[in-house]
């Protein structure tokens, strides 16, 4: 019967057919400690000095994708902001706007794959929303997710602390997410095997809190790739990437190739970038390697130069800037 | 994949650069400097991208032509696409063109506006439109040299055996050889030598550039797009300057056969003819277009909605020309990074992918401060 349920306008009417989507749907998959009995706000205690608190939208079309959706997405991309901020995520919220019409069976697996990226990192859902909107006035699912996350008081993170001579570290391929939304869009390529990088690079984050007081900064290199994420970073000092370095999946060189994109300027959203002192890079790297999250990690550069500048050194031995993305590279990729 | 590591093509990077160093030395002897014009916008990008120019010695020069189609396309043309959207035409393009200004406003403003206009990476995708709505006219934006054209035209073709009415081209497809001897005619350009495009010459064959070659004594060399393609190229070009000869050296000859392809040549001439067409900054070039043949005109855009493509409006300080014709280099350009910005866009040279001016400001990192530690 799910086959060919649909989701209906009174669905986010308020009436029965609401309360039955959220008891079937929602509490039967979140409904443990703070969303017990759907209180209209979650009570939450926190034993921690700071908190850091998130909030994130998601339109990514198309809705499914090769390595991921919109679900795991949206538990990733939230999970991340506050894992790059130095906090352990804790609190979820989830807010689903959903369009008439839209199969049962979609919403299910959508809710199915976010349960799944929930559990996966120890994180509760604690509250949430749902409105179901006209057919047309949006495209299937839209979410919205809020985080809270306890400081890791351990980092001390600010792109001016950043010196001459720090190491760049990326935790694995760029540019893999925005490379297989792309090509599930267009129907290009999809036997190229590429997937999306959708992942909580919380682990990453983690592994690095020996270290901590070396880390300078980090960031999921997300919309405008790592050329966005490095000008954000040069505030203090520019940045200095050997292209020989870099590392990408042999299908995204391709489809990238193909569409004209550098991959510098593709998102990511299962990556982690880090500028650290030189002292501790090595350590770093090395713990990284041993997670499935970092497995592909290397070093791609240096922290060298003026404030606001990016340049890649090529395989030729030449020099060139890395500017920043301009105009619509790729919309609704998240 | 770290593409570029592989110890065997740095080892060839390095022993084609000696080499190059090595011939430019001797033709310095000579006093001797060497201008290359490369005429395709993949070229022009992929040199910015390597950091090539400045590795070159100061007598070999690196300078782009009208190898951008973009580039070469008017603000008028961008005026009769809007007009179209106006007129309830549902447009497809190439995203190159999105924000490619107008007389007024560009594409991706009328899109915000509420016309309908599609981004696409294939021209099949125009095709797709016309079949799901066949009362509403679909326009596809036909701009590009003979490499795009023939994708296009392929798309034509299968659109009429396929007994499809709402689909039209606005054309403005422009060819490189014509072109070069515009260029070569100009007594303000001096060209010693021209780097010939790879993809463009795969449809139409390194023998169309001989009349160069032979009538007026420039090396003209097809290459590929690599790093290594280009030294390989500005190698052979050099080799040619030093003996005193003039000849057609394909480098391409993975791709590149002295003929063409003849199949996509026959396709294209079923349906196109030379035209006489205005190149943006430089003027009419006789016979250097592909309009539609006369028994085509269902499908020409222009003709469907009784318009006809305009000169168009372009900001007085826009030297965009003289960029396309290597009279300039983008900097030299009065509104380069001076109110030209690949966000505010004021010529197409800046916001087209291959736009000479887009690569400097993306790639270039001269002109902007030195750092103070490297």
């Known amino acids: 019967m799910d086959d060919e349920r649909r989701v209906l306008l009174a669905h986010g009417g308020g009436g029965r057919l609401s309360r039955e989507l959220i008891e079937r749907e929602i509490v039967s998959?979140?409904?443990?400690?703070?969303?017990?009995?759907?209180?209209?706000?979650?009570?939450?205690?926190?034993?921690?000095?700071?908190?850091?608190?998130?909030?994130?939208?998601?339109?990514?079309?198309p809705l499914f994708f090769p390595g991921g959706c919109i679900g795991d997405l949206a538990v990733h991309g939230t999970l991340n902001d506050l894992a790059v901020s130095g906090a352990r995520p804790l609190y979820l919220s989830l807010s689903m706007i959903l369009e008439e019409g839209l199969p049962w069976s979609t919403l299910r697996r959508v809710l199915d794959a976010i349960r799944a990226a929930v559990r996966?990192?120890?994180?509760?859902?604690?509250?949430?929303?749902?409105?179901?909107?006209?057919?047309?006035?949006c495209d299937g699912i839209y979410l919205s997710m809020a985080g809270i996350g306890a400081g890791l008081e351990a980092f001390s993170l600010s792109p001016a602390s950043i010196r001459p001579g720090d190491v760049i570290l990326v935790s694995g391929t760029l540019g893999d997410h925005g490379m297989a939304v792309l090509s599930a869009r267009e129907s290009l390529f999809l036997d190229s095997g590429l997937v999306s990088d959708t992942a909580s690079v919380f682990p990453l984050v983690e592994a690095m809190l020996p270290w901590a007081s070396g880390v300078r900064f980090m960031r999921d290199p997300t919309r405008g790739g790592l050329a966005a994420t490095l000008h954000e970073a040069s505030v203090g000092c520019g940045f200095v990437l050997d292209e020989t370095e870099l590392p990408f999946a042999p299908a995204a060189v391709v489809i990238a190739d193909l569409l004209g994109i550098s991959l510098l300027h593709a998102p990511c959203e299962?990556?982690?970038?880090?500028?650290?002192?030189?002292?501790?890079?090595?350590?770093?790297?090395?713990?990284?390697?041993?997670?499935?999250?970092?497995?592909?990690?290397?070093?791609?550069?240096?922290?060298?130069?003026?404030?606001?500048?990016?340049?890649?050194?090529?395989?030729?031995?030449?020099?060139?800037?890395?500017?920043?993305?301009?105009?619509?590279?790729?919309?609704?990729?998240c | 994949m770290k593409g570029f590591s592989d110890p065997a093509l740095a080892g060839a990077a390095r022993r084609l650069s000696a080499a190059i160093q090595e011939l430019a030395a001797r033709l310095a002897t000579q006093g001797k400097t060497v201008r290359i014009m490369e005429v395709c916008g993949t070229h022009t990008m992929a040199i910015?991208?390597?950091?090539?120019?400045?590795?070159?010695?100061?007598?070999?020069?690196?300078?782009?032509?009208?190898?951008?189609?973009?580039?070469?396309?008017?603000?008028?043309y961008i005026d009769a696409a809007l007009e179209m959207a106006d007129r309830g035409a549902c447009i497809v393009t190439?995203?190159?063109?999105?924000?490619?200004?107008?007389s007024k406003i560009h594409l991706a403003e009328a899109r915000a506006r509420g016309g309908d206009i599609r981004v696409c990476y294939s021209p099949m995708e125009a095709l797709r439109l016309a079949q799901e709505a066949p009362d509403r006219p679909v326009v596809f934006l036909a701009i590009g040299f003979e490499t795009t054209a023939a994708p296009i035209i392929g798309m034509l073709d299968l659109a009429l055996q396929a007994g499809v009415k709402n689909l039209f081209l606005l054309t403005?497809?422009?060819?490189?050889?014509?072109?070069?001897?515009?260029?070569?005619?100009?007594?303000?350009?001096?060209?010693?030598?021209?780097?010939?495009?790879?993809?463009?010459?795969?449809?139409i064959g390194a023998d169309a550039y001989r009349f160069v070659a032979e009538t007026q004594r420039i090396p003209c060399v097809v290459a590929g797009f690599e790093p290594l393609d280009i030294l390989l190229a500005i190698e052979g070009i050099l080799t040619q300057r030093v003996s005193g000869e003039a000849r057609v050296d394909n480098q391409y000859q993975r791709v590149v056969r002295p003929e063409g392809n003849h199949k996509i040549k026959q396709l294209m001439a079923r349906y196109l003819i030379p035209a006489d067409v205005d190149w943006r900054g430089i003027g009419v070039i006789p016979s250097s277009g592909l309009a539609l043949r006369p028994e085509f005109r269902p499908y020409d855009a222009e003709a469907h909605f009784d318009l006809e493509v305009q000169p168009g409006r372009i900001h007085p300080d826009c030297q965009c020309g003289e960029v396309l014709k290597g009279k300039i280099t983008p900097p030299e350009c009065r509104l380069f990074r001076r109110g030209c910005h690949p966000d505010h866009p004021i010529g197409p040279c800046m916001v087209s992918s291959e736009g000479t001016c887009a690569a400097w400001f993306h790639y270039d990192p001269i002109g902007i401060p030195e750092n103070r530690h490297g």
């Open chain 1, 29 to 61: 998959r979140f409904g443990q400690e703070a969303l017990q009995g759907l209180p209209d706000a979650a009570a939450l205690t926190l034993n921690t000095p700071s908190i850091r608190f998130t909030t994130d939208s998601f339109v990514v079309q």
């Open chain 1, 120 to 137: 996966a990192s120890g994180t509760l859902v604690v509250t949430g929303d749902t409105k179901v909107v006209r057919r047309g006035q």
């Open chain 1, 270 to 333: 299962g990556r982690m970038v880090a500028v650290v002192a030189p002292e501790v890079a090595e350590a770093i790297l090395a713990v990284w390697l041993g997670l499935p999250e970092g497995c592909g990690a290397c070093r791609i550069g240096r922290a060298e130069g003026m404030a606001g500048r990016v340049t890649l050194r090529t395989m030729i031995g030449g020099v060139t800037l890395l500017d920043m993305p301009h105009g619509e590279l790729l919309p609704r990729i």
């Open chain 2, 48 to 76: 910015a991208r390597s950091g090539l120019r400045h590795l070159l010695p100061a007598n070999l020069l690196l300078t782009s032509g009208p190898g951008c189609p973009v580039c070469v396309t008017g603000p008028g």
């Open chain 2, 94 to 102: 190439f995203g190159d063109l999105i924000r490619v200004p107008g």
């Open chain 2, 172 to 203: 403005a497809f422009k060819c490189v050889p014509p072109a070069l001897t515009a260029l070569i005619a100009d007594p303000e350009i001096r060209i010693d030598a021209f780097l010939c495009p790879g993809h463009v010459s795969a449809i």
